[in-house]
């Protein structure tokens, strides 16, 4: 089997470095294509950031703070006095744990992972924090027009994530820092033009044929998608990103027609791996939680298989969970995704007209 891996990313890799390109369109299993040259100043700041880490993690994070139940008053007068870079708010925080400015005076990394109470802890960000640095928001709900508004506030922030659904994404041309070097989306929206912007993570979505087409990011230099459908034709602007330096691709259903494009880049290290061992134990605990009715739950685990194994009833099912969430926006783009795979399926219609009644 190794004999076996090793013959077709060689054929792979010759395949991407010769004029003549002949592939056949197959789901790609796992493979890994060298760069066909050496970056030395990429190699170089890659080993540097490496040893930091390393460094970083020998100290310690002793300025991390976790905040996941409501602070007593003993708490908050020793956090006054304690220095907090990394902040990270749970379900069962305070709705009002931002409100007091007195409180993570330091702060310059904040995750927001409230199903809750994550636009309120926003709103305070933006009044006592303005020069935040980086951002990850997690939730099932999605993020309203008003909190995508808001990030438009934060001037210095170089990483944002932003693991959640959006009310309206074409606001996102107007709403996104221009600041950012690290860009985590969870799912393939139309952005502006990010001139800083060196590093993209894309999971847990279908693809947009057009995404790479409409992006304008000059610098990027390191692209990983994760646990995505990724439908032919969607990688045939990826040459135009002339210092991309890494692509990874894991858990993502891609054909072998893909590779074709990434031939001019000769710079690029290419990574493909598809891991179907948890594929049933995330299925299994979907369908048991559908059937329990916690959708939240249920959409969880469905977004960890309905992509890297596409198929129309899991998009169906996602379809479903939005609905009984009250988000009938991202459960009629579900229907979209499995309309793409059978556009005659009868059940597809009917879900899209529940969702198209719940939008009224």
Known sequence: MAFKQIVISLALFLILTAGAVTVTAAPIERCHIPAARHDPIYEFENAVNV????????????????????????ERNRLRKDVTHHLSIENGADQYLLEDPTLFQDVVLVGLRSENYSETYLRALVLFHPKLESLTICQTDALSDEALRDLKKFGKLNYLELDCPLAHPQLLKETLPLSLKELHISDSWELPELAKLEELRIQSCRLDVGFFDALHAPHLREL?????????????????????????????????????????????ETSIA?????????YDRAEKSYRSNDFRKALKEYDSVAFSQPSVYLYLQRARCYIRLGNPQSALENCDYACAMDPNSPEIQIVRSEAKRLAK
Not at 227 to 234: H, I, L
Not at 260 to 268: K, M, T
Not at 274 to 282: A, E, I, V, Y
Request: glycine share 2%; net charge negative; charged share 25%.
């Open 274 to 282: 598809m891991d179907h061992s948890f594929w049933q134990s995330f």
């Open 224 to 268: 990983y998608l994760h646990n995505m459908d990724v439908p032919p034709g969607s990688l045939k602007s990826i040459s135009k990103f002339k210092l991309l330096r890494e692509l990874s691709m894991y858990l993502c259903n891609v054909d072998e027609s893909e590779l074709h494009n990434l031939r001019p880049l000769p710079y690029l």
């Open 51 to 74: 040893f930091l880490s390393v460094l970083s993690e020998f100290h310690g994070d002793r300025n991390h703070c976790y905040v996941d139940k409501r602070l007593p008053i003993e």
